[in-house]
């Protein structure tokens, strides 16, 4: 039995995990997956990955590019969706913000340094033609930090995927003045670089059968149903976003997958350094 440490969001996306182990079909083919949840998102689990506490996990697509060119010992080894992220744009029920163009000058909550809230905001800056080395950025850890910091008048706007904040949106905590999807796949599955290659190819066996059981997961008629009473949303809104989300059809990573977000972030000036599509993907020479 193959062990390996993979992390997730706790979040819609990865619920075909949570059935392929519900469903005992890693162990059926010598896998076991031991699940994290980091709430705290792409930032948090590149630092694990950095630390040695996850063999793998599921970053977004900037998050990874942004971990390698941070020096975070991952390569990225597969898609996971091939629809992009559609974020909702945030701000306190009561501010004085109604509208996205207001919104140039005000305080950015997000998860972290390096984190899907924190590039996807200087993305959408940038196509507003606001200057982007001066975004006032508030980190707060995760979607409770950010609910916090809204209530203690610490941040102005948050970015976060659409459909786990509408409950938020729905109590009357959060309004949402806009919407932003990103230019690239949302998800793809990174490696550890120092997990060898047998481990590596258990990923890639684990990460098909996660697959097949999205493509299950899509055709049942509850499915919208089962998402919304797992993680507390409006089965409607659910269904909504299965019409738009689509996962991987099988394991595989190219170029062009993460090639646009190497560009555009590298162009924005908020990497470490410019990386390339090359060095984030997964070869056969970098398997230990």
């Not at 507003?128 to 979607?143: E, F, K, S, T």
């Not at 689509?246 to 990497?271: E, F, H, I, K």
Request: aromatic share 8%; glycine share 10%; proline share 5%.
């Amino acid at each position: 039995m193959i062990t390996l440490r993979v992390g997730g969001v706790p979040e819609h996306f990865n619920l075909p995990w949570h059935l392929t182990l519900d469903a005992r079909k890693f162990e059926a083919h010598g896998i076991e997956i031991a699940w994290h949840d980091y709430p705290g998102g792409s930032g948090a689990m590149a630092k694990a990955l950095r630390d040695g506490a996850l063999d793998a996990a599921l970053l977004l697509t900037e998050g990874a590019v942004a971990a390698v060119s941070d020096g975070v010992p991952l390569v990225i080894v597969s898609r996971y969706t091939d629809s992009p992220l559609l974020w909702g744009i945030h701000v306190p029920a009561a501010s004085r913000f109604r509208a996205v163009e207001e919104l140039r000058g005000a305080r950015y909550a997000i998860s972290r340094t390096g984190s899907g809230s924190h590039l996807m905001a200087i993305v959408h800056a940038k196509t507003q033609n606001w200057p982007v080395d001066r975004l006032a950025l508030v980190p707060v850890g995760n979607l409770e930090g950010a609910v916090a910091a809204f209530a203690e008048g610490r941040a102005d706007v948050f970015f976060w995927e659409k459909l786990m904040t509408k409950p938020l949106v729905d109590a009357g905590k959060f309004r949402r003045v806009g919407e932003f999807t990103a230019p690239w796949p949302a998800f793809v599955v990174c490696a550890a670089r120092s997990l060898d290659g047998e481990r590596r190819a258990a990923l890639g066996r684990a990460v098909t059968l996660v697959l097949e059981e999205a493509r299950v997961l899509r055709s049942r008629p509850d499915a919208a149903q089962l998402i919304a009473s797992r993680y507390g949303l409006r089965a409607e809104d659910v269904g909504e976003w299965l019409e738009t989300t689509r996962w991987s059809a099988s394991v595989g990573v190219a170029a062009n997958d993460v090639g646009q977000a190497c560009m555009v972030l590298g162009s924005l000036g908020v990497l470490p350094r410019v990386v390339d599509a090359a060095e984030c993907i997964a070869t056969e020479s970098d398997v230990p």
